[in-house]
């Protein structure tokens, strides 16, 4: 069975940072690319960012450039996202996805390019 499981989540004070990990089980994802989303109720779910097999490739959502760091242990099948300078419109639940093909797509952006998703970790940024 294939499991995404995200850690690392919390409640932090605004300009704060946290570091999220996603732990993947079942199955290797070390040649697949791997996101981050998120989602806050009655809102679709928002890319972060995504990394490619070996790192080579970051593609980053505008809301977020120059304050989060998307990175991977593929001998640990993990993946990491570095939040930091934190602010309360961050606050949300965060979700690690498996992409569905081996390479990132044009449409990175989309959930539906992932076939994998974690059960989310909510984040939440205080004023």
């Known amino acids: 069975q294939v499991q995404l499981v995200e850690s690392g989540g919390g409640l932090v004070q605004a300009g704060g940072s946290l570091r999220l990990s996603c732990a993947a089980s079942?199955?290797?994802?070390?040649?697949?690319?791997m996101g981050w989303f998120r989602q806050t109720p009655g809102k679709e779910r928002e890319f972060v960012a995504i990394?490619?097999?070996?790192?080579?490739?970051?593609y980053y959502g505008d809301s977020v450039k120059g304050r989060f760091t998307i990175s991977r242990d593929n001998a640990k099948n993990t993946v990491f996202l570095q939040m930091n300078s934190l602010k309360p419109e961050d606050t949300a639940v965060y979700y690690c996805?498996?992409?569905?093909?081996?390479?990132?797509?044009?449409?990175?952006?989309?959930?539906?390019?992932?076939?994998?998703w974690g059960q989310g970790t909510q984040v939440t940024v205080s004023s």
């Open positions: 079942g199955r290797s994802f070390s040649n697949y690319p």
């Open positions: 990394i490619n097999w070996s790192g080579g490739r970051i």
């Open positions: 996805a498996a992409g569905r093909k081996l390479l990132i797509s044009d449409t990175y952006y989309s959930p539906d390019q992932y076939d994998y």
